[in-house]
């Protein structure tokens, strides 16, 4: 990415910018940051992984024989307690 606003600076909010397009030619424009995700997106997104997470392994609770039942029910346990833990929701529970 080229600034040409500011040549040779990286580029801050608004500055226009050029950039090369795969296969040649170029494409020119205003450059904007992406955009912080807030604590609450964070949350929501954390939560709504945990929930996938619980859906994806109901199958192994009735499955009483299977040779991980105990581990399988002690991370859904973990899924379960999660947001209510200080690692929620940067570091996510693991079987």
């Known amino acids: 990415m080229k600034n040409l ?6 580029p801050v909010d608004n500055d226009f910018v050029e950039e090369e397009i795969v296969g040649g030619g170029t494409i020119q424009y205003h450059w904007h940051p992406d955009p912080e995700l807030t604590d609450e997106t964070k949350k929501a997104d954390a939560r709504a992984w945990r929930d996938q997470e619980l859906i994806n392994t109901d199958w192994v609770v009735p499955v009483t024989d299977h040779p991980q039942n105990a581990a399988y029910k002690t991370y859904r346990t973990k899924l379960r307690d999660w947001p209510s833990t200080s ?3 940067d570091t996510r529970p693991t079987l």
């Open 5 to 10: 606003t500011n040549p040779g600076k990286d």
């Open 87 to 89: 690692d929620f929701p």
